[in-house]
């Protein structure tokens, strides 16, 4: 790689740091540790070919263009967690990936999310709130980067306060910022 091509590696990784809350190739790797995969299965799980998950995990592409896909990545990064404590079996977790697998995504605006099934009882992930958010987060993330969403909140400022705040905090602010504006207006 030369140093354009590592720069603009770099800057990749930093889009996705701020879209994704991590580079997608240190949240794709501890997912393949954590769930026992392998690259090929994991790009098989979220409905990405090889070749791109390798482009998304070493900063050749920065944005997952597909909402139904950060979905995926989403719901694997619950499972990756009730698997971490031990909630739930690897046979379990194996059945619940061939589920995300075959799930094109579901309703970003649900209050209550798609539960996870798995051998054993339906689970639905811990903070059903956090999930929305993320939902939310992560469809604004996959039309516009944070630039672009910064200067559209900028541009309606001024008429539409309200919906400037909407993406300002949905679309570049931390994800607890967001739960905590979520939960406030659901009041």
Do not use: C
Request: net charge positive; charged share 20%; no cysteine.
């Amino acid at each position: 790689m030369d140093a354009a091509q590592q720069e603009a590696a770099e800057k990749a990784r930093q889009q996705q740091t701020t879209w994704y809350g991590e580079p997608l190739g240190t949240l794709f790797r501890r997912l393949i540790a954590d769930l026992g995969l392998n690259q090929a299965r994991l790009a098989g799980v979220l409905g990405l070919s090889a070749p791109m998950l390798s482009q998304l995990m070493s900063g050749q592409r920065a944005k997952i263009g597909n909402p139904a896909v950060v979905q995926r990545v989403r719901a694997l990064q619950e499972l990756a967690q009730e698997v971490r404590d031990g909630r739930i079996s690897a046979a379990e977790a194996t059945t619940a990936m061939e589920e995300i697998r075959r799930s094109a995504g579901g309703s970003v605006l649900s209050h209550h999310p798609a539960p996870i099934r798995t051998g054993g009882p339906v689970t639905v992930p811990a903070n059903p709130t956090k999930r929305v958010v993320r939902e939310i987060q992560a469809l604004l993330r996959s039309v516009a980067d944070a630039g672009e969403i910064q200067s559209a909140a900028k541009m309606l400022a001024d008429t539409y306060p309200e919906l400037a705040e909407f993406l300002r905090v949905y679309g570049v602010a931390r994800t607890r910022d967001a739960v905590a504006h979520y939960e406030q207006h659901q009041t």
